[in-house]
């Protein structure tokens, strides 16, 4: 039979999830507002790649364009977001 039910549980502290929660909207606006400032064909492919967690075969059919333009999308896209972050940290 199992033990008692006073054995060491860790049990959620709600405050933290709600804490955690606001933290991971504000990120999540964050980021939506430094995609909003890449091209949109950046801004789409980024978030097929790694929002979506799409392939890059995946990203190139949904934008029309071949896999090397995909690639060079998202590549820029996430070279431009690092240059827009480090904007924000200075």
């Not at 064909?41 to 990203?59: F, K, M």
């Not at 996430?78 to 240059?83: F, I, N, S, Y």
Request: hydrophobic content about 40%; glycine content about 8%.
């Amino acid at each position: 039979p199992p033990g008692p039910l006073t054995e060491d549980v860790d049990v959620a502290d709600p405050r933290q999830d709600v804490a955690g929660a606001a933290e991971q909207r504000e990120t999540s606006g964050e980021l939506a507002e430094l995609l909003a400032r890449l091209p949109e064909a950046q801004r789409e492919a980024v978030v097929l790649r790694h929002v979506a967690d799409l392939s890059i075969g995946e990203v190139a059919a949904i934008l029309g364009v071949p896999e090397g333009t995909a690639k060079s999308h998202v590549s820029r896209g996430l070279k431009k977001l690092r240059e827009l972050t480090q904007e924000g940290v200075r």
